[in-house]
């Protein structure tokens, strides 16, 4: 499957930013969505994961109350909403695709199979 993310750019701290993903080439609802970031001089991390049903969800401790995933399959499309913003959120975003026969949702970039081009959020103080 192939991923394009969009949706990345300059805020405030405490603002808002909405990440879409649309993926292309597979049966989008066979895999399960993420979305990983990484800042400059760091490792890539996982933000936030959904199954491919769409009913389980995970995420990282930093994020979670302000950044919120969610996914159409009829649109082939997961978005990552990103509410107060904060500088250290300051990353290059990237969505990726694990192919999965369960509903579990994987943390870890070894399972994902496909990546998105990354987009890029930076958050000013």
């Known amino acids: 499957v192939q991923l394009q993310a969009s949706g990345g750019g300059l805020v405030q701290a405490g603002g808002s930013l909405r990440l879409s993903c649309a993926a292309s080439g597979g049966t989008f609802g066979h895999y399960a969505m993420a979305w990983f970031r990484q800042a400059p001089g760091k490792e890539r991390e996982f933000v936030v994961g959904?199954?491919?049903?769409?009913?389980?969800?995970e995420h990282a401790g930093s994020v979670k109350g302000r950044f919120t995933i969610s996914r159409d399959n009829a649109k082939n499309t997961v978005y990552l909403q990103m509410n107060s913003l904060k500088p250290e959120d300051t990353a290059v975003y990237y969505c990726?695709?694990?192919?999965?026969?369960?509903?579990?949702?994987?943390?870890?970039?070894?399972?994902?199979?496909?990546w998105g081009q990354g987009t890029l959020v930076t958050v000013s103080s």
């Open positions: 990726a695709a694990d192919w999965t026969v369960s509903g579990a949702v994987a943390t870890t970039r070894e399972h994902y199979d496909s």
């Open positions: 959904i199954s491919r049903g769409g009913t389980r969800k």
